[in-house]
């Protein structure tokens, strides 16, 4: 989730919206896609603002080939249930906010986590990715079953993440890394008893490297929401969306999705 880059987003994120309506649909240059419900059905393609960046959520296969990955199928499985096509608009993160703003397209698609200060400035489905932070530990360790065992730990952090506070807050010695790679890295050679990230980033490593003698000691009891994210009052869209989710969830897809991704269910 991009909780880590949230101050630089918000920064780019906090100018009135002084463009046309989100409902206008609106097509007066090349730049600007319907965004409205109304103006979507009519042009048949819903256009989605994305990284293609981020595996494993929305990247291109072998860094040049199909766009794919977890938040790109969940998208085009929600445009499927609303009769649509999809056209995904690649952009950098630090953009996708203004991009939003500008009519660029209808909605993000991009592991977007809902926090108070995006509410006020934006529209959010429900979610479809639910990520509590955890604790990882060497397979078979039982000195660790929460995170107040984390006193007198040793856990290795990146030192600019939520999870280097939350490891410091419980009392853990903190071994500063450049994140999960070096983390788990020295986990594996035991030279630190634990690491805390989000449960994604470790499901999503335990796929890659499904023998890697790891596990889950604690979980939070606040997991981060991630869901898509529309303009302020883009309120018919967003119902639709949520819909058509709700239609994915009963029927199973985004279970399927999930444990394609990540070996698990992480949309509930």
């Given at each position: 989730?991009r909780?880590?880059?949230?101050?630089?987003?918000?920064?780019?994120?906090?100018?009135?919206?002084?463009l046309?309506?989100c409902?206008?649909?609106?097509?007066?240059?090349?730049?600007?896609?319907?965004?409205?419900?109304e103006?979507?059905?009519?042009?048949?393609?819903?256009?989605?603002?994305?990284?293609?960046?981020?595996r494993?959520f929305?990247?291109?296969?072998?860094?040049?080939?199909?766009?794919t990955?977890?938040?790109?199928?969940?998208?085009?499985a929600?445009?499927d249930k609303?009769?649509?096509?999809?056209?995904?608009e690649e952009?950098?993160?630090?953009?996708?906010?203004?991009?939003l703003?500008?009519n660029?397209?209808?909605?993000i698609?991009n592991?977007?986590?809902?926090?108070p200060?995006?509410?006020?400035?934006?529209?959010f489905?429900?979610p479809?990715?639910?990520?509590?932070?955890?604790?990882v530990?060497?397979?078979?360790?039982s000195?660790?079953?929460?995170?107040?065992?984390?006193?007198?730990?040793?856990?290795?952090?990146?030192?600019?993440s939520?999870?280097?506070?939350?490891?410091?807050?419980?009392?853990?010695?903190?071994e500063?890394?450049?994140g999960?790679?070096?983390?788990?890295?020295?986990l594996e050679q035991?030279?630190?008893?634990a690491t805390?990230?989000?449960k994604?980033?470790?499901l999503?490593?335990?796929?890659?490297t499904?023998?890697?003698?790891?596990?889950?000691?604690?979980?939070?009891d606040?997991?981060?929401l991630?869901a898509?994210?529309?303009?302020?009052?883009?309120?018919?869209?967003?119902?639709?969306?949520n819909?058509?989710?709700s239609e994915?969830?009963?029927?199973?897809?985004?279970?399927?999705?999930?444990?394609?991704?990540?070996?698990?269910n992480?949309?509930?």
């Amino acid at each position: 989730m991009r909780i880590h880059k949230t101050l630089a987003a918000l920064a780019l994120a906090t100018g009135t919206l002084t463009l046309a309506a989100c409902g206008s649909g609106g097509t007066d240059d090349a730049a600007t896609a319907p965004t409205g419900l109304e103006a979507i059905q009519e042009a048949g393609t819903i256009v989605v603002g994305t990284e293609g960046t981020y595996r494993p959520f929305s990247f291109h296969t072998d860094g040049s080939g199909d766009l794919t990955g977890y938040d790109i199928e969940i998208t085009e499985a929600v445009a499927d249930k609303l009769g649509l096509d999809v056209k995904f608009e690649e952009t950098q993160w630090d953009a996708i906010f203004a991009g939003l703003e500008a009519n660029r397209f209808a909605m993000i698609a991009n592991q977007v986590s809902i926090n108070p200060q995006r509410e006020e400035s934006y529209e959010f489905s429900e979610p479809y990715t639910v990520s509590p932070g955890v604790i990882v530990v060497p397979a078979g360790e039982s000195s660790i079953s929460s995170f107040a065992d984390l006193k007198d730990k040793t856990t290795a952090q990146s030192l600019t993440s939520n999870w280097y506070t939350l490891a410091q807050e419980n009392g853990a010695k903190v071994e500063a890394v450049e994140g999960w790679a070096q983390a788990v890295a020295l986990l594996e050679q035991g030279r630190v008893d634990a690491t805390v990230n989000d449960k994604l980033t470790y499901l999503d490593y335990m796929q890659q490297t499904p023998d890697a003698p790891l596990e889950v000691a604690a979980e939070t009891d606040d997991p981060a929401l991630s869901a898509f994210a529309f303009a302020k009052g883009n309120t018919e869209l967003r119902d639709a969306v949520n819909e058509a989710l709700s239609e994915l969830r009963a029927d199973g897809t985004l279970a399927e999705i999930s444990e394609k991704y990540f070996g698990e269910n992480v949309s509930e």
